[in-house]
């Protein structure tokens, strides 16, 4: 668990780079860039940027780049507006939450459409037994057919 401080110097850091990106950094390889969350050690000496970029694989490589030759203006902001003695230093990671999160929703949507077959292959099947496979127990009524105590000779023994 970290400290709220830390927390807050997260938040914090999160917002200024999100703003440099978006007002101060103008670097055309830069593309559509969200900063999805910040991670700070509990020293605060370093900070780890998550972000994720719209676009193709090419556009994240430009991105990647751009975020890398960005670095020393972002630091020096965070270090302005932090007012802190040390500044963290930034590393910038690309988010594969949103990958995986797509990846996940169409295994699931692969799932629904093989349930959906399977359903409807089920609507007009039948059982391939009884109905109903189970044993029942004896009835009393078939029991009372037979006599008790009365059973029959046996043709082998003498009587």
């Known amino acids: 668990m970290s400290s709220p401080r830390v927390r807050k110097v997260a938040d914090r850091i999160q917002v200024i780079v999100a703003e440099m990106l ?3 950094i103008k670097d055309p390889r830069l593309g559509f860039v969200t900063v999805t969350d910040v ?30 030759s960005a ?18 230093t930034l590393e910038f990671i690309h988010d594969a ?18 349930d959906a077959q399977v359903a ?11 109905a109903d496979p189970y044993k029942k127990p004896h009835d009393e009524d078939a029991e009372d057919d037979t006599v008790d105590g009365d059973e029959a000779a046996d043709p082998t023994t003498d009587a």
């Open 120 to 130: 409807a292959a089920a609507a007009g099947a039948q059982y391939a037994g009884e």
């Open 39 to 68: 991670r700070v050690s509990g020293d605060t000496q370093n900070a780890t940027i998550f972000y994720t970029v719209l676009g193709e694989v090419d556009e994240l490589a430009g991105t990647a780049v751009a975020l890398e």
């Open 22 to 24: 978006e007002r101060r």
């Open 97 to 114: 939450l949103p990958d995986t999160a797509r990846h996940l929703d169409e295994l699931l949507a692969k799932a629904r459409e093989s």
């Open 71 to 88: 670095k020393g203006i972002l630091r020096s902001e965070v270090g302005k507006q932090l007012g802190m003695r040390h500044v963290p």
